[in-house]
């Protein structure tokens, strides 16, 4: 981080590297071969300052 604060003061800070591991279960799904869809969730489970957290995800292919 890097600029002034309220005093006028210059602030160049490095911090650590932030870590979440997370696993992401999905399944795919494909109509025929230029459609098809993938569904399921990522599992953050560990890294600093983490709780549990699920985030759904979803995403459409196409190939032409």
């Known amino acids: 981080m ?8 210059y602030i ?3 911090g650590t590297a932030g870590t979440d591991w997370q696993i992401a279960p999905a399944f795919e799904y494909n109509w025929n ?7 399921g969730s990522a ?9 549990i957290q699920v985030s759904p995800q979803f995403a459409v292919n196409a190939m032409f």
């Open 2 to 9: 890097r600029g002034h604060d309220n005093n006028g003061t």
């Open 33 to 39: 071969a230029n459609w098809g869809v993938i569904v």
């Open 43 to 51: 599992f953050y489970f560990a890294g600093h300052n983490k709780s």
């Open 12 to 14: 160049h800070k490095t």
